[in-house]
């Protein structure tokens, strides 16, 4: 059954962990579904792990909507929630009117920003015109630039206490789930503990509400780097290279295709069709 917005709040109180994976494209959502994961992120990591950019930033609303489509047809059952691409939130026109289009053109349930303290606005005016909000905090990939890359974030206490300021704030404008990203796990575990909503850890320890990683990380099908918080649980990607050479040489060699993969006339049909010749 799909999860709704108050399932993941009562699964919370239960002490009942969230699971959370990303999709990207039908057959991704139709795994993710049938392995029973309990929400679908469509990521803006698309950008790096599908169309092969060094980051989040160049991906678009048209991106976004393209795939989120796809894996709304591939995970009927499942809750998916959406990233807002850069820029795609910039002010509060451009929030409305995007987040709409994801929701009511992509068909996800809800969308997820990046951004602290500075989007309460964005996220009270989205809650407000009905569209649920997912926050995301720590390292926000969009604006890795300005956070002086691709590192752990609250890590000395002034920015520590600015993370859980930001957590606060943003369950306070309406978020329903917080992504953690990236932060120590003690950072983590009282951002958790201090708030009604569910949090969920990428590279943020045990003690987050739930966990989401990568599709590609998880199945090792992404090797261009491997963050220090991904676990691979299985390494498709070499598999998949092995499959696929065994393909190449089997046709160099004449090996495919077998009769088992190839259509035949009947004696009667060649005999009409090439006579005694
Ligand atoms: O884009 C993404 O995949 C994400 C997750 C890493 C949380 O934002």
Known sequence: MKKTIPDFEKMKQAGEKISMLTAYDYPSAKLVEDAGVDTILVGDSLGMVVLGYDSTVPVTMEDMLH????????????????????????TLD?????????????????IKLEGGLNLVPIVESLTRAGIPVVGHIGLTPQTANQLGGFKVQGRDLESAVQLVKDSQALEQAGVFLLVLEAIPRQVAAQISTGLK?????????LDCDGQVLVF??????????????????????????QSIHKYHEEVKFSLFPADEHTFGLSDEVIQKLYGDK
Do not use: W
């Not at 989120?68 to 691409?85: L, N």
């Not at 451009?94 to 809800?110: P, S, T």
């Not at 909503?197 to 320890?205: E, F, K, L, N, S």
């Open 67 to 90: 795939h989120t489509k796809a894996v709304r047809r591939g995970a009927a059952k499942t809750f998916v929630i959406a990233d807002m691409p850069f820029m795609s939130y910039a």
């Open 94 to 110: 451009l929030a409305i009117i995007n987040a709409g289009r994801l929701i009511k053109e992509g068909g996800a349930d809800a």
């Open 197 to 205: 909503i569910p949090t969920i850890g990428i590279g943020a320890g």
């Open 216 to 241: 590609h990380d998880l199945l090792g099908l992404f090797e261009r780097f491997k963050p220090k918080f991904v676990k691979q649980f299985a390494q498709l990607g070499q598999e998949a290279v």
